[in-house]
């Protein structure tokens, strides 16, 4: 993989960190209630839980990818995918009990069970369909601007996973501080303002589908 790529995909596994859900508060509240090392070991299952998906996602959908790698198509199903998962994310209601729970947590002491910790991340991360409609959608994308080889495909999302891990580490340390930042009103503007980046991304992806690559280069540029 070259520079470019990477980096890419680091920018992705740093935005993704910040995808306002189930997992976001509970990381947050695990974090501020039970500390740091029990935050890590809640948000290693949760990786789990997108590796698994990804997996799930990859070769799922591998067949469909080889006979459609080179349709413009699949550009517009990537696109339409990520346009729906930017509605649900700027229009779901289900976040703000959470925001506010999340906004009036009181640090206690709890003693850990890392295991159990590890187990809810995971199937809290793997019961939400829309994180798999998500990697399904980056799948379509992602694989055939790589030609479908698999070590790079692998490569890419590892990075993602990568990025995605260290951004919550920052999280998780800084969650202390964050608890006094996280007001109601803050974490809806956030969500919003990822819902609108997803659709925008898949505005764009649709498009270059049906706009041949040196007109659609001139246009973004």
Not at 69 to 92: A, C, H, N, P, Q
Not at 126 to 146: D, E, M, R
Not at 164 to 181: E, H, M, N
Request: net charge positive.
């Amino acid at each position: 993989m070259d520079f470019y790529n990477v980096k890419n995909a680091l920018l992705i596994g740093f935005f993704m960190a910040f995808m306002i859900g189930p997992v976001f508060f509970m990381l947050i509240k695990t974090s501020i209630l039970k500390g740091a090392r029990a935050a890590i070991a809640f948000d290693l299952g949760v990786i789990l839980g997108d590796i698994t998906f990804i997996l799930l996602a990859y070769y799922g959908s591998r067949s469909l990818l080889e006979k459609i790698k080179d349709d413009s198509r699949l550009f517009f199903i990537g696109g339409l995918v990520l346009i729906i998962y930017g509605l649900i994310t700027y229009f779901d209601k289900e976040n703000k009990k959470q925001a506010l729970e999340t906004s009036k947590l009181v640090a206690v002491s709890i003693k850990n069970n890392y295991l159990k910790l590890f187990v809810k991340g995971f199937f809290l991360n793997f019961i939400n369909i829309g994180v798999l409609t998500f990697w399904l959608g980056a799948v379509l994308v992602i694989g055939p601007s790589l030609d479908m080889n698999r070590i790079a495909i692998f490569s890419y999302f590892g990075f993602i996973i990568l990025g995605y891990f260290f951004t919550d580490l920052v999280k998780i340390f800084l969650a202390k501080k964050l608890k006094d930042k996280m007001t109601p009103a803050l974490v809806f503007r956030i969500k919003r303002i990822m819902g609108i980046i997803l659709i925008v991304c898949g505005v764009f992806l649709m498009l270059k589908g049906f706009i041949p690559n040196e007109q659609f280069n001139h246009f973004i540029n």
